[in-house]
């Protein structure tokens, strides 16, 4: 399906229309909602308070990645210095990104998915899976496994170099050198809280990304593509889900309309605050009549767990 033949270019042109406004009201939103969360605790410490920051501060976390994602499309900001200076160090700085790199993988996945060269195929093509598989993957993400691994390899890719007798050497300047917005942006907001006289509030920060930021992260993935009808088709209404998110679904597993991923695909250059018009008028004309559009969450984990497990359970 072509989506240029599908809308008059008066459409198409409203559905890309960029606004500056939209676009630092979702950057503020997050940064605010975060800010909330810390204040939260620090007023009332206590464990529920502690519980719904982490919750909070993960669900943020995942919606600064979906924004530099958006930063990165070029289709956050009206202009391309603001989505890459926003996207560099309100976004994907403070959750450990690096931008480029992080488009460079976006980019090939887009370009394949739909065959076998699809950059993340290993996250959704063993699904489904037993409920007692998927558990274990949730329990890795929640005890801070998941949040190891990434920073293995992190470490792996920008503070190693291959010497000449292929050799592999640690590099603290290169680390530096390359991970300075992450770096950088992090003690900035440490910085921010030490200097309110909380800078032990930085520890909910750290301690979301180890665990509830890991498995909004790993479910929001899954729904987009695991378990969709068929996944090694081209075709992003075969390969692709949009998944119908609640109120409490979009500040925990789909921030900033990162639910909307089949619309996504379809119009990469879509902003995420048009998204939702654009599921509108593709359902209007009949376009997502056989997509697969689930429900909710909940109806995606039911899709990803063998069905045998299910009725067993």
Known sequence: MRIHDQFSKIELQQLLARSDAQAWLAVLTSWVLVALAFALVALWPNTLTILLALIVIGGRQLGFGALMHECGHGSLFATKGLNSWVGKWLCAGPVMYRIDDYMVRHLLHHRTVGTAEDPDLSRYQAYPVT????????????????????????????????????????????????????????????????????????????????STYMLFSRIRNLAEHAAVPDLTDSDPLLNTRTTLASWWERLTFAPNSVNYHLEHHLLPAVPKYRLAKFHRALRAKGLLDHADIAPGYRAVLDRIITKQQAQAA
């Open 131 to 210: 409920r007692a598989s998927l558990r274990r993957k949730l329990i890795r993400d929640l005890t801070g496994r998941t949040t190891m691994k990434f920073l293995r390899d992190l470490l792996k890719a920008n503070a190693t170099i291959e010497t000449e007798d292929g050799q592999r050497s640690l590099r603290l300047g290169r680390l530096f050198s390359r991970m300075r917005a992450p770096i950088i942006s992090n003690l900035v907001l440490f910085s921010i809280l030490a200097s309110l006289g909380q800078a032990p509030l930085y520890l909910l920060w750290v301690a979301a990304y180890f």
